[in-house]
Nanobody, 125 residues
Framework: QVQLVESGGGLVQAGGSLRLSCTAS????????MGWFRQAPGKEREFVTA??????????EESVKGRFTISRTNVNKNAVVYLQMNSLKSTDTALYYC????????????????WGQGTQVTVSS
């Protein structure tokens, strides 16, 4: 059974930092691209960032470039993906989801096969 489990969310003041983690297990994640999406109340789920299996190639939504950094650790068949978020803004407040195995455009949530339950990030201004 595939599981993606996020952690690290919380309440932080504007300008602060948080580090999210996503542990993926239950199948081999070798060669699998993984990403982070977020969804604010009343809004659609939006792409934040993605990283390929090697960790060399990363992709960011424009508004988080220079503030967020995605990275990953591959351990045997499992993977842990991190999202370091700095200089947080109130507009970053959302439920953050980990996703894996996209079958198309990385920014398209509908193409991902696996999802976590989400972790809440709240940035107070």
């Amino acid at each position: 059974q595939v599981q993606l489990v996020e952690s690290g969310g919380g309440l932080v003041q504007a300008g602060g930092s948080l580090r999210l983690s996503c542990t993926a297990s239950g199948r081999s994640f070798s060669g699998v691209t993984m990403g982070w999406f977020r969804q604010a109340p009343g809004k659609e789920r939006e792409f934040v960032t993605a990283i390929d299996w090697s960790g060399i190639n990363t992709y960011y939504e424009e508004s988080v470039k220079g503030r967020f950094t995605i990275s990953r650790t591959n351990v045997n068949k499992n993977a842990v993906v991190y999202l370091q978020m700095n200089s947080l803004k109130s507009t970053d407040t959302a439920l953050y989801y980990c996703a894996a195995s996209p079958r198309g455009r990385l920014s398209d949530a509908s193409v991902y096969d696996y999802w976590g339950q989400g972790t809440q990030v709240t940035v107070s201004s």
